[in-house]
């Protein structure tokens, strides 16, 4: 019956669009890799990640403001082959210091992957292409972007860029190499973060 809407409704991307007819008030569009579930009249339902989605994509946009790093718990890490922050202070400056390096930078294509062992606990796994351009040159790049979450913050940010593990004493074969790695991106962190005033928020 047209009149009412599936309870629940799972679509994917292997899902054929046969199934609806062209005239059905019920056509609906589908995107590649986002299922949505307890479909009804009112809406669908919101996913945890989704409150963090947008702010995540204004931070890799380089048009962040304060407001979007509520998402982090206080304590937050945030790591890429590049830099390890420990704060949100911290995690501001490395994020701010975008636009001071890349005249481009947002993620372009993403899918979620949500694993969420509680209310507003677990991991979300975001799949992603990133566009940079600097000095007139464009960079595109695969990453995977790790979010653990604990009460409802992120505690732990990690962008696994071509979706390989960030080099540390735990994931390479010589763990003194890991250390060296983890020790250099301690101290990029500490240089952006003088650099950047200790993560001072910019004025609008």
């Known amino acids: 019956m047209d009149a009412i809407l599936a309870h629940h409704i799972i679509i994917t991307s292997s899902t054929s669009l046969s199934v ?15 299922s949505f579930k307890e479909v009804s009249d ?13 702010h995540l994509l204004r931070l890799y946009g380089s048009c962040a403001t304060a ?6 718990a206080p304590n937050a890490s945030f790591e890429d082959p590049l830099m390890r922050a420990h704060g949100v202070q911290q995690i501001k400056s490395a994020f701010y210091s975008l636009p001071k390096v890349f005249s481009e930078s947002k993620i372009v294509e993403y899918s979620v992957e949500e694993k969420m062992v509680s209310p507003g606990k677990g991991e979300i796994l ?47 074969k010589l763990p003194l190499l890991g250390r060296v790695a983890e020790m250099t991106r301690r101290g990029s962190m500490l240089a952006t973060h003088v650099f950047m005033r200790f993560g001072k928020d910019p004025t609008v």
């Open 42 to 54: 009112s809406g669908a339902k919101k996913s945890f990640a989704d409150s963090i989605i947008p």
């Open 126 to 172: 975001i799949d992603n292409k990133q566009h940079y351009k600097i000095l007139g040159k464009d960079i595109e790049m695969v990453s995977l972007i790790r979010l653990s979450v604990d009460e409802g913050k992120v505690v732990r940010h990690e962008d696994w860029w071509d979706k390989k593990p960030i080099s540390n004493r735990e994931t390479v």
């Open 67 to 72: 407001r979007d790093f509520e998402i982090y």
């Open 20 to 34: 609806f007819p062209q005239n059905s008030p019920w056509m609906l569009l589908v995107r590649k890799d986002i």
